[in-house]
């Protein structure tokens, strides 16, 4: 039979067999435990709204023979309808943090060209842009990158990007609002 005693002065773990194996450091822990697992249905919730609502913009695509769902409106959906109640996944931050993110992105690409560097130069000035203009939305940042590297026609591009992010935001505020005891979506609009 194993015993494990701690020594937090030390750091490390000692095992009875006689094994030393260090503890996790200090500096590297974090301050609080992981938030309890939500219940399954609230994950089938959650993940059933993000599939359809991704699923739509797949369908819109395909009608107007353009890309609607792009990477980072998928992972704004995970924002969106798995932490609700995050700053990050309020209307404000998802609808305008997006537009916010392809401007920085369209002004990089016409003023220094569709290089990757560019590409990481616009996306560190988004993330300054959005907290400005308070509007955190990190999947945003990554729009920026998708506008530099892709030079999307922004006659095209800026109004589905923007229809993207509402239609995500009427999802979730409908679906927090048909499911009873749901988190109720926006915390706030604007």
Known sequence: ?????????????????????????????????????????????????????????????ALLREPVLIPPIAASAAIVYGVPALPLAQPRSVVAGHLLCAAVGYLGLALLGGAPWVAALGAGVAVGAMTLARTPHSPAAATTVVVVLQAPDPVVFVPLLAGAALLLVLAGTAASRARRGAVRYPVYWW
């Open 1 to 61: 039979m194993s015993v494990d005693t701690s020594d937090t002065r030390t750091g490390r773990v000692a095992k009875a067999a006689g094994r030393v194996r260090p503890a996790l450091p200090s500096a590297l822990a974090g301050r609080a435990p992981a938030p309890a697992s939500p219940a399954r249905a609230t994950a089938l919730h959650s993940g059933g709204v993000a599939a359809a609502a991704l699923l739509a913009l797949v369908g819109i695509g």
